[in-house]
């Protein structure tokens, strides 16, 4: 038995098709594993103060990590390991991860230091409210995370070096089962505190599934040393940029937490809540497929064969919409069942669950020009350009959360927050204010997008030629789709079961698989070249036992993928 799972482990994953199959499996079970952590968090705290605080106790850590996480990146790192012997990769190894942890624990110390007064500035209403020691203290007990993050990341390129693709995969479902963990065992014995040592728990265990492969490969088996001083200047350069595009990310969700901070109690959590909703179909949908398509989108430009590049990297947008577009329109109707399936329990009372499901609706605008996002981004990547993704990333920085702001603004007037209130079905419903976070995310997120996706046609002439016809296929699927669902949700609304949770469920699912059989009818009647494809996938995956495809190359998400959703 053990040696058929350490077989599994082992598999390797081959071509853009059968990667992302692979790594959209173990997002959808992290993904349905970090909903189970939201719907106990929710039941536990509500949209609260509490939670306003946990979530808060976040943003130094999560900046951290990005800023000194992605200079150790897995773009840089498996590419110097593969010019390498044995020998030498141990060498290098040893240094990258020296180098990383000195930074680490430099940058964690005074991070701790500065911690009272930066939280201040950012949060002054926990100061009036008397909570700033307690923020601290869950911020500087979360500065662990930073630093096994970062390791994990240096782990993750040796794991993919040696081909075991699945078992670094499941490193986020550990992370997961941590922060669980903290919320049923610590919180009930230490408080708030217990919660922060959760989440140092799930990136322990998500590091740590990882090592006792690495140490059997030979790896860490004396002391780190320096042995390669100049590989380690040479990496943290080539990954500088990186790290400031996704500090961007970061930067944005500091800032909107600030802001939200500053409305009705409960707002950080509101956000959050949706945030975490919104990333599951990105992370399943999106980001698998930017990844899985990062390996040959640099194999056809190291071979000179851009004709090639672009025809991958639109196979992978076209993908992108043929799933993105659907998933959006059903979102946005099923909302509130999605919300109160998943987080409707405990203290997450009716209010909570209204805000949350327009916050999550309005945040899946954005859904197909992230995904599409995350993809030129990685296009660019390939390329060797960093300097677009970077300015696009700051411009969608400061404009998100100049938006926001502005938007806060606007919604003093009465007039316009009834009408957004009206618009989103929530009506006397106070703290709808904070929905201003999710507009301007979305807002930013569109305005950045066509951005890129002009920088990238006019940088490598023909993408948009090769997409055009499935982003109009996909939009009347998904058009159809919705309407569809919306229909059944109507023709069941009569029916009751004895249980409320168990009447919302049923006829949310009796809307989301109409949605969905409509929108299939809809490809399959257009034609449409992603729902062939997507068939005769399925239909090969059921005869053929094998998880190898085309191509040569291999790769699995990261920690720092997981970055780039938040």
């Not at 943003?59 to 951290?64: A, K």
């Not at 919660?195 to 790896?219: E, K």
């Not at 860490?220 to 961007?248: I, K, N, Q």
């Not at 405990?346 to 916050?359: H, V």
Request: hydrophobic share 55%; glycine share 8%.
């Amino acid at each position: 038995m053990m040696k058929r799972a350490l077989q599994f482990l082992s598999k390797e994953v081959l071509g853009i098709h059968s990667a992302v199959y692979v790594l959209a499996a173990f997002a959808l079970l992290s993904s349905l594993l970090a909903l189970f952590r939201d719907r106990l968090l929710a039941y536990t705290f509500g949209a609260g103060a509490e939670l306003d605080l946990y979530y808060a106790a976040f943003r130094i850590p999560d900046f951290l990590f990005v800023a000194l996480g992605a200079l150790v990146s897995v773009y840089v790192i498996i590419p110097e390991l593969a010019r390498r012997d044995s020998s030498g990769q141990k060498d290098y190894i040893d240094t990258v991860s020296l180098g990383f942890s000195i930074l680490a624990v430099c940058a964690g110390t005074i991070a701790a230091v500065i911690a009272p007064k930066l939280l201040a500035y950012l949060f002054p209403q926990f100061v009036d409210a008397g909570h700033l020691s307690t923020l601290t203290l869950l911020a500087r007990i979360m500065l662990l995370q930073p630093i096994l993050l970062g390791l994990s990341n240096i782990f993750a390129a040796i794991t993919q070096t040696k081909s075991r693709y699945i078992l670094y995969a499941s490193s986020p479902l550990f992370y997961n089962l941590g922060i669980i963990l903290g919320i049923v065992v610590l919180y009930p014995i230490w408080g708030l505190p217990g919660l922060a040592w959760g989440v140092v728990l799930g990136a322990s265990l998500h590091a740590g599934i990882q090592i006792p492969s690495i140490l059997r490969d030979g790896f860490f088996r004396r002391l780190p040393r320096f042995a390669e001083a100049r590989a380690l200047v040479r990496t943290a350069a080539v990954s500088v940029p990186r790290a400031l595009a996704l500090s961007m990310n970061q930067l944005t969700f500091i800032g909107l937490t600030a802001i939200a901070g500053t409305l009705a109690v409960g707002s950080i959590s509101v956000f959050m809540f949706s945030f975490n909703l919104y990333s599951v179909p990105l992370a399943i949908i999106g980001a698998s497929y930017s990844v899985a398509a990062f390996p040959a989108l640099a194999r056809s430009l190291a071979n000179g064969r851009q004709a090639e590049f672009i025809e991958n990297i639109a196979t992978a947008a076209r993908h992108v919409l043929f799933w993105s577009l659907p998933a959006t329109a059903l979102v946005i109707v099923l909302r509130a069942h999605i919300v109160r399936v998943v987080l409707g329990s405990g203290a997450f009372d009716w209010t909570d669950t209204r805000l949350t499901a327009a916050s999550f609706a309005l945040l899946s605008l954005a859904l197909v020009c992230q995904g599409l996002m995350l993809l030129l981004v990685r296009g660019y990547y390939a390329a060797g350009r960093t300097s677009v993704p970077l300015f696009v990333s700051f411009g969608i920085a400061l404009g998100t959360v100049g938006l926001a702001e502005l938007l806060i603004r606007i919604f003093e007037n009465a007039t316009t927050l009834s009408f957004l209130q009206a618009l989103m079905r929530l009506e006397n419903v106070s703290g709808s204010e904070m929905l201003a976070l999710a507009i301007a995310y979305a807002g930013a997120a569109l305005l950045g997008t066509i951005i890129l996706v002009i920088c990238f046609e006019h940088r490598f002439a023909g993408f948009f030629a090769q997409i055009k016809r499935s982003l109009a296929e996909g939009v009347v699927a998904s058009f159809a789709g919705g309407v569809s669902a919306y229909a059944m949700l109507s023709l069941t609304s009569p029916f009751t079961l004895t249980s409320t949770l168990a009447s919302v469920f049923v006829k949310g699912l009796a809307g989301g698989l109409t949605g969905i059989m409509v929108s299939a009818f809809v490809y399959a009647l257009l034609k449409n070249r992603e729902f062939t494809e997507t068939v005769a996938e399925v239909r090969g995956r059921l005869w053929r036992g094998s998880i190898k495809a085309e191509g040569g190359t291999s790769i699995v998400a990261s920690a720092e993928e997981t970055a780039e959703l938040k």
